[in-house]
Structures are given as C-alpha cells and as structure tokens.
C-alpha cells in the first residue's frame, strides 16, 4: 500500500511517499527557517501561506522522486494536530481535497505520535515494546510503546518542553533564531563548572519535569553578571558559551534521569529518543551510554517535523485497517486521546 504524507503543523512543509512492502520511496522538505529569522520566531500566518505555495510543488517532486503517479496511491496521511491552527488548515484542505479528487481514504495523523515511530524508518530499529522520549519545541514526554496504536503516557513537562526552553534561553542570551541549535553547539566550547544551574523536579519520584525555573535561573544569572560588570551588550563570548554548556548540562541530566526511571518502572530495555531535540549532540551522546538499554533514534533528516514519519504512522494505521478520517484540524490535540 502506498501512503502519501503531508506535514504542515508549524514552520516544516513535509511531503513523502511510504509503500508498505518497499519502505520509505521519497521525501522532500521545505524549511521556513530563513523566513522567519528576520522575525525572531514563528509569524502563524507567514507559515500558513508559505505551506499553501509549497504543498504541490513537492507533492510533485515527491511522485517523481519515486516515479509513481497520484493514481498510485492508496490513501493520504495528514498531520491533523496539535500545531498552528492555519498552517495544519493549510495541510488538512490539501489532503483531502486530493484523497476527494482521487476517491482515496484520508488519515489523520497525531504530530506527536509521527515522531514516536519514527525510529522504526531506520535500518536500526526498535521492536515492541520500548519507552520513547518524545522531546521537541512543544512537548516533552515520555511514553510506554506496547504497539502501533498502544501507548501509556509515563510522564510529561508541566511547563516549558525541553526545546522550548533551548529556545528561549538562547534568545535571552542574544542567540539568532533559531536558537536552540547554536546554544547546543556553542556548548562544546564552555568551561565545565563555570556555573552552576538547579537540575527541577530531578528527585520529584515521578516522570512529570519542569524547565521553567531552569530557563529563569539563567534569566538570573545573566542579569546578575551585566549588572556586576556594568554591561549594556552582549555578555562576553567565554561567559555565554559557558552558560549554554552548563544550561545543556542540567536539562540533559534531567532527562536522563527521567529515561531510567522510565525504563526502571516498565521493565523495558529499549529506549526511543524523537523529536526535534532529539538531534541534540550531548543528549544522544548521554542517552546512548546507559548500561544494558539499547537506544534508537530517527535519521537526522527525521528528527525536525517532516512528512516521512506522516506517511509511515498512516501507513501503520491503514494496515490495521482503522477507519478513514475526515475534514478536520485539532490544534490543542492532547496526546491523552491517543492513549490508553
């Protein structure tokens, strides 16, 4: 069976083409990175607009990618949610406007449970059951994976997600949009031990975390150091790299720890890492160095949003034979629904 995937819940347009018997066949992706630099962050209705211009376009490099036609196809997965209400509009009229055309099934695809089997487009891939940590911009959860379609949700942030407070702790320290990324890589230039930031909710005895106070007790350090050198600009570069090397620090241990506690309390011994942050050098680093676990995570190229792991989820639910979806959006989908 042959799925196409359509991602657009934020600034990511995301095309690909999942065959059940081949695998993945193509996959193309546009950022809106250097659209919204100029801003500082996400402007909702520039992304909307940008994934309506994108969307056929690589629906149609995608179909020659992997020299097929649209009538080869047997359904179209979308992301219905959670994300930007206009830009998961733009995505949900696109695909089923071409399933109606085609007289082809359309799947709803919940964002967050594209990037939890997303691992499993590997070559190096995990059966079931394992734990996933899902750790991006918007969320920060960890999952008990007993099948496609099974989940328990273990725990989860009850603030800021990890990536969020990457973000706006890079954006305090001056940092170019989007932060997260360089604040990890001016990381490997920072002094061990320069500062020194609380590790929160690291003993709570639960899977639930909070990086709000982490990305406020930087907020504090920061001003304390401008106010005691009497400076107006930038911190120095030695000092800010130091800051991020220690802020990277105390979110890393933080889920590590959670991750043990995980796999400690379900008894599994597979460890998922998805999501954007799951890119992050230091925690694959960390993550993969946890005795007797084995621990996957996504091709690079998978780890940002993309319509490779939209394909492969409906692609897994079309197998199962679950009902065909319809002409709807949820922007505040909560991941409770999908779970058991």
């Not at 801003?39 to 020659?64: K, M, N």
């Not at 009850?158 to 990536?163: F, K, L, P, R, T």
Request: contains cysteine; charged residues 15%; hydrophobic residues 45%.
């Amino acid at each position: 069976m042959l799925v196409l995937g359509i991602e657009s819940s934020c600034d990511e347009t995301g095309v690909a083409l999942y065959d059940t018997d081949h695998g993945l066949l193509a996959h193309q992706l546009h950022t809106q990175i250097a659209m919204h630099a100029e801003y500082g962050g996400v402007v909702p209705e520039l992304a909307s607009r940008d994934h309506i211009r994108r969307l056929t376009p690589l629906t149609q490099a995608c179909l020659q990618e992997a020299n097929k036609t649209l009538k080869d196809l047997d359904a179209i997965a979308y992301t219905q949610g959670p994300g930007l209400g206009g830009a998961l509009l733009a995505g949900a009229s696109f695909a089923n406007a071409l399933a109606f055309a085609l007289n082809k099934p359309v799947i709803p695809v919940h964002h967050l449970e594209g990037h939890m089997l997303s691992p499993l487009l590997s070559e190096h891939k995990p059966a079931f059951p394992f734990v996933a940590l899902l750790v991006s911009g918007g969320h920060t959860q960890f999952m008990a994976v007993r099948n496609i379609g099974d989940y328990v949700l273990l725990g989860e942030s009850i603030d800021d997600a990890a990536g969020e407070a990457f973000d706006k702790t890079a954006k305090l320290l001056g940092l170019p949009y989007p932060g997260g990324a360089k604040l990890s890589e001016l990381a490997k230039l920072g002094q061990p031990g320069a500062f020194s930031f609380p590790r929160p909710m690291l003993h709570s005895h639960d899977l639930n975390m909070s990086f709000s106070g982490l990305k406020t007790a930087v907020l504090t350090a920061v001003n304390k150091i401008k106010n005691d050198n009497h400076l107006t600009d930038a911190l120095p570069e030695q000092t800010r790299n130091d800051i991020c090397l220690e802020f990277q620090n105390a979110v890393v241990d933080v889920l590590s720890a959670k991750a043990r506690q995980a796999l400690q309390q379900t008894g599994y011994r597979q460890l998922v890492v998805a999501g954007g942050v799951g890119a992050n050098w230091q925690l694959r680093q960390t993550l993969s160095q946890l005795p007797g676990i084995q621990t996957f995570f996504p091709p690079m190229a998978y780890c940002t949003d993309n319509g490779a792991m939209i394909a492969f989820a409906g692609a897994m639910h079309l197998a199962l034979a679950q009902p065909a979806g319809s002409f709807n959006v949820r922007p505040r989908w909560p991941l409770s629904d999908i779970v058991h």
